[in-house]
C-alpha cells in the first residue's frame, strides 16, 4: 500500500477519534485500529515500536484515571471520597482529593481511549512504513522538517534495540536483573544514542545538508501570515456564531497562503527523487475519499450536524449510537480490507520449467563408424 494511503488513513483516525466524545464510536475505532495493526505489513523494529506506544497509550491511559481519582471530581454518582487539603480559591480552582464521581471516571477514560486511538494509529503507521519511504513522499517545501520528522522516528525503536541488545549481553555475563539493574542498561542505551546521532550529523554535514539557501522572503511572511488567519478563524467559529461566515472566509483564505507558501518553496529548490514509489488508481480513490471524510467528520463536528459528542455528566445516561456516525468510524478500518485485496489479487508464481532431456542422437551403424576411423 502507498505512503500516502497510509498517511491519510492516520489522518482520518485523528480526524474521527479527536471529533468524538461517545465511547461507541471510538471503541469501533480501535478494534479498527486493532485489526489493521494485524493485517499490516511490518518493516524492520515494527513491532517493538507498536508495543512500545501500546504500552504507552495504556500507561498514559491508567495515569489520566489516577490524576482524575487524586484530583476529584463532580457529578451525581459519588463513588469515594478521598481526603485532601483545602487549596486556596486564587490558585485557580486547583484540587486535591475530594469526591470521586462515575461521571468524571467516565469522561477521563473516554479522554485516554481517544489518545490511545492515535498512539496506536502512528504505531501501525511507523511498522508499516519505513522512515525512508517517508522521507521519499514528503513534498519538497517540507523536506527539512520530513528529515527531522524521519530522524524521529527512528529513535524509539532504536532505543528499544539497543536496551534488548544491552539486556542480553548482561545475562549471557551472569549479571543480576531487576529493578537495580535498571541504570546498567539506560546508561549504555543513552551514550550509544548519542553516539548514534552524533555519526548522523557528522554524515549530514559531510553530504551539505542544511546548507541551501533561504526562500524568497515574501512568500515566508505569506505562510506565517497563515498561522493568525487559522487562529482567528477558530476562535470566530466558536465565540461569535453569528460571524461564522467570516470564520470560513478567513479559514479559505489562510490555506491559500499556505498553498501559495508550499508552491513558492517547492520551486525554490530542486530535489530529485531515485525510486518514485508507485500509485496505483485504488490508493488515489481511497486517499481522496480518506481526506473527505476527515473534513466531513471536523465540520460536522464543528457545525453540529452530525451528533458525535456525549457528555456523562447528564446523569450518565447510556450513550446513543448513529448508524452514520458508526459507518463513519468503521471507515477507519478500510486498509484492512485493502491489504486483503492487495494479498488475494497477488499473483501466484510461475510453476518451475520442467527440463526435458534432448532426445538423443540416432546411434551411429558400425561399419559407418569403422571406415571414419580406418578410412
Known amino acids: 500500500m502507498n505512503t500516502l494511503a497510509w498517511v491519510a488513513w492516520v489522518g482520518l483516525v485523528m480526524a474521527v477519534a479527536l471529533s468524538t466524545t461517545n465511547p461507541y464510536y471510538l471503541g469501533v475505532i480501535l478494534l479498527c485500529i486493532l485489526l489493521v495493526a494485524a493485517l499490516a505489513p511490518r518493516t524492520g ?47 485557580g480552582g486547583l484540587r486535591l482529593g475530594g469526591p470521586v464521581s462515575a461521571e468524571g471516571l467516565v469522561a477521563e477514560a473516554i479522554r485516554g481511549l481517544a489518545i490511545l486511538c492515535v498512539l496506536l494509529a502512528f504505531g501501525v503507521f511507523n511498522g508499516a512504513v519505513s522512515p525512508q519511504r517517508a522521507l521519499r513522499t514528503t513534498p519538497a517545501a517540507l523536506f527539512q522538517a520530513g528529515l527531522v520528522v524521519t530522524v524521529g522516528l527512528t529513535l524509539l525503536p532504536a532505543s528499544i534495540e539497543d536496551v534488548r541488545r544491552i539486556g542480553e549481553m548482561r545475562a549471557l555475563r551472569g549479571a543480576p536483573g531487576g529493578i537495580r539493574a535498571l541504570p546498567a542498561l539506560v546508561v549504555p542505551a543513552v551514550i ?78 530542486t530535489t530529485t527523487t531515485l525510486n518514485k514509489e508507485p500509485l496505483s488508481t485504488l490508493d488515489a480513490i481511497l486517499i481522496a475519499l480518506s481526506l ?51 494479498s488475494t489479487t497477488v499473483q501466484a508464481p510461475l510453476p518451475d520449467p520442467v527440463h526435458r532431456a534432448a532426445p538423443a542422437s540416432p546411434p551411429v551403424p558400425r561399419d559407418a563408424t569403422e571406415k571414419a576411423l580406418h578410412p
Open 192 to 269: 550509544g544514542g548519542l553516539e548514534r546521532s552524533m555519526r548522523l550529523a557528522e554524515a549530514m554535514e559531510a553530504r551539505g545538508y542544511g546548507t541551501a539557501e533561504a526562500g524568497p522572503r515574501l512568500p515566508r511572511l505569506i505562510g506565517v501570515a497563515s498561522a493568525p488567519l487559522l487562529l482567528l478563524a477558530a476562535a470566530v467559529w466558536s465565540y461569535y456564531p453569528e460571524a461564522r461566515p467570516l470564520a470560513v472566509a478567513a479559514t479559505l483564505l489562510g490555506v491559500a497562503y499556505l498553498a501559495f507558501w508550499g508552491w513558492s518553496a517547492a520551486n525554490a529548490r
Open 292 to 342: 473527505g471524510g476527515a473534513i466531513v467528520t471536523v465540520a460536522a463536528s464543528a457545525g453540529g450536524w452530525l451528533d458525535l459528542s456525549y457528555s456523562p455528566f447528564a446523569g450518565l445516561p447510556w450513550p446513543h449510537f448513529s448508524p452514520l456516525a458508526g459507518i463513519l468510524a468503521l471507515a477507519c478500518g478500510w486498509p484492512a480490507a485493502r491489504l486483503v485485496f492487495e
Open 45 to 91: 523494529n515494527g513491532v517493538i515500536g507498536f508495543r512500545a506506544l501500546l504500552v504507552l497509550g495504556v500507561g498514559l491511559f491508567a495515569i489520566g484515571l489516577a490524576i482524575a481519582v487524586i484530583n476529584g471530581n463532580y457529578g451525581g454518582h459519588i463513588l469515594f471520597t478521598i481526603p485532601g487539603p483545602s487549596i486556596p480559591s486564587w490558585l
